[in-house]
C-alpha cells in the first residue's frame, strides 16, 4: 500500500506554469505506475497524464501534449508535473495515482490515490 500526498497547486494567470509534486510513502520506481488526473466543478475526473511501472514511458491526453511533461525523482519518490503554457480550461483539482498495473489511462485501473490540490487558471 502506498499513500500519496499531491502539493503545488494555486492560482495562476493563462499562459503561467505550475509544479505539481506527489509524495509517495513508498518506492514507487518499479512498483507502480502512476498518474495524474483532474476533475473541473460539474465534470467526470479524467486522465492527464502517466508515467509507465518502468518509468520508460510516458504518455498525455491530447489537450494537453507540449505543454504538460511527467517526470519523476526516484531518490525521493516524488512524481511530478510541469505544466505549462496554462489555460482557464485546465482548472480543476488535480490527483495523483498509482496502480499496479505496466501503464494506464483509465482510473478504475488505479488504487490510490491522493487528496488533490487545486489548480485554478484565470484569464
Known amino acids: 500500500q502506498v499513500q500519496l500526498v499531491e502539493s503545488g497547486g494555486g492560482l495562476v494567470q493563462a499562459g503561467g506554469s505550475l509544479r505539481l509534486s506527489c509524495a509517495a510513502s513508498?518506492?514507487?520506481?518499479?512498483?507502480?505506475?502512476m498518474g495524474w488526473f483532474r476533475q473541473a466543478p460539474g465534470k467526470e475526473r479524467d486522465f492527464v497524464a502517466g508515467?509507465?511501472?518502468?518509468?520508460?514511458?510516458?504518455y498525455y491526453v491530447d489537450s494537453v501534449e507540449g505543454r504538460f511533461t511527467i517526470s519523476s525523482d526516484n531518490a525521493k519518490n516524488t512524481v511530478y508535473l510541469q505544466m505549462n503554457s496554462l489555460k482557464p480550461e485546465d482548472t480543476a483539482v488535480y490527483y495523483c495515482?498509482?496502480?499496479?498495473?505496466?501503464?494506464?489511462?483509465?482510473?478504475?485501473?488505479?488504487?490510490?490515490w491522493g487528496q488533490g490540490t487545486q489548480v485554478t487558471v484565470s484569464s
Open positions: 508515467l509507465s511501472r518502468s518509468g520508460a514511458s510516458k
Open positions: 495515482a498509482a496502480s499496479h498495473t505496466l501503464y494506464s489511462g483509465r482510473g478504475v485501473d488505479y488504487s490510490y
Open positions: 513508498a518506492r514507487t520506481f518499479g512498483t507502480y505506475a
